[in-house]
């Protein structure tokens, strides 16, 4: 995809986030949720799945379109809405296209494209986060069907989805290669949602704990192959992270933004405090951290489109954007002084909703981790 489509892409998000989103953000901010309705919303202007194929009613667009997009609404501060859509049209999405069968894919897909239904993914549990051979949650055949049983938590989207994938132990004693994974209808019975859990950020982003009590399942629940989840989940990973990488790139991108315009305007002892040696040196680190993590970002996305992104690479870029992220916004947030720590200036909401970028889809610790294994073997 040209540079000049792309940019196509971006401003028509632009402008639908600028008319449906921007004038109710602080309402949904303060309510610490979104309507379902947003989600349509989102469909209609064709925001959602954007790369999936044209025959599920998608654009058909390359993966960077759902980066851009991604980008685009983590750049205007909308953290929460970002992560959530990252699961919906980044993860749940793509796993229905790439293991699912057609039967599947036109059962799901159209109406993820348009927002009738909304994804999740259901990994984590209580025991299992970044160890997610830790699963406890189990699916036992019963003739023609599964019966589901277990528990998850911090599921985004879980609130509101209609369909959640869910990785459940079918094997016992076999770990990870006794992991399959399912599409679970959330209108099923025996499937209940818990409180809604309150996080420190991203408040617009609803996160759940999930419980399956004898949820009945029905043969062609299951996604991909037998036994198979942990490797679908570990070929998947490298886009999931390329996806918060993106996050990470871009709220960072904004939190800058936010804070040049501030500095320049602020005065203190008689001047801007943009006039300062300590903020122009602060900001001159900041931009430079940004770039060489945006480049890194777009030469991981131009591998990824090509079929080429390792795990290792996806890894160390999650790592760094993070971090890099929590750093920068951490920064900004200083040149604001008190005004930075109310929840009047935007700044701070970026600080808030950065937290968690080192934490899901595999903590800094894991990443680093994975990287030592890249090198030195186990």
Known sequence: MDNEELTLFRDMTRRALEQEVAP????????????????????????????????YGAAGADPQVT????????????????????????????????????????????????????????????????????IRTSAVRDGDEWILNGSKIFITNGMLADMVIVAA??????????????????????????KKIEKLGQHTSDTAELFFQDVRLPADALLGELNKGFVIMMTELPRERLGIAAQAVAAAEGALELTVNYVMERKAFGQTVASFQNTRFVLAQV??????????????????TRGALGADDAAMLKYASTEMQCKTVDDCLQLFGGYGYTIEYPISRF?????????????????RELVARSMLGR
Request: proline share 4%; net charge negative.
């Open 24 to 55: 109710h953000f602080e309402q949904w901010e303060e309510a610490h949720a979104v309507p379902r309705e947003l989600w349509h919303t989102l469909g209609a202007a064709g925001l959602l799945c954007a790369d999936m194929p044209e025959a």
């Open 67 to 134: 980066f851009a997009i991604l980008e685009e609404m983590s750049r205007m501060g909308f953290g929460g809405i970002a992560t959530g859509y990252s699961i919906h049209s980044n993860i749940v999405a793509p796993y229905i296209n790439h293991f699912g069968t057609d039967a599947q894919k036109n059962q799901w897909l159209p109406g993820m494209v348009s927002g009738e239904i909304l994804g999740a993914l259901a990994m984590t549990e209580p025991g299992a986060g970044s160890d997610v051979q830790g």
């Open 169 to 194: 132990i079918t094997d016992p004693g076999k770990g990870a290669k006794g992991t399959s994974l399912f599409l679970v209808d959330a209108s099923l019975p025996g499937f209940e949602r818990g």
């Open 287 to 304: 931009k430079t951290e940004i770039a060489l993590n945006r480049a890194f970002l777009e030469k991981c996305a131009e591998q990824y």
């Open 351 to 367: 600080y808030a909703d950065a937290r968690i970028q080192r934490i899901y889809g595999g903590s800094s610790e894991i990443m």
